[in-house]
């Protein structure tokens, strides 16, 4: 499976983004997605995740309620909805694919098999 991110860019604090993330090779009806972050000095962080089949949701304290993860199967296609962004979200984000989403706690980058490249955001008054 091959991913490609796209959707950043640089924008003011309380704007939206949606980040989308292309598969290629395979498609990622069966498969649980995430979504990751990295600023500079820090590392991997998870962001977000759907499990596979029931696709049960698990968000980041710092993004619940801000941002939303989904998919469309059709288009081979994951989204990052990203609302009410703050410069604390400003990092180059990673898709991933075929991992593991446990809704208890963090996610991990090691936990999956498939990265796209990363797309940056950027958020700055």
């Known amino acids: 499976v091959q991913l490609q991110a796209s959707g950043g860019g640089l924008v003011q604090p309380g704007s939206s983004l949606r980040l989308s993330c292309a598969a290629s090779?395979?498609?990622?009806?069966?498969?649980?997605i995430g979504w990751f972050r990295q600023s500079p000095g820090k590392e991997r962080e998870g962001v977000s995740c759907?499990?596979?089949?029931?696709?049960?949701?698990w968000y980041a304290d710092s993004v619940k309620g801000r941002f939303t993860i989904s998919r469309d199967n059709a288009k081979k296609t994951l989204y990052l909805q990203m609302n009410n962004l703050k410069p604390e979200d400003t990092a180059i984000y990673y898709c991933?694919?075929?991992?593991?989403?446990?809704?208890?706690?963090?996610?991990?980058?090691?936990?999956?098999?498939?990265w796209g490249q990363g797309t940056l955001v950027t958020v700055s008054s």
């Open positions: 991933a694919a075929e991992g593991i989403c446990s809704t208890l706690g963090r996610i991990y980058p090691e936990e999956y098999d498939y």
């Open positions: 759907m499990r596979r089949g029931d696709g049960v949701t």
């Open positions: 090779g395979a498609t990622l009806d069966d498969s649980t």
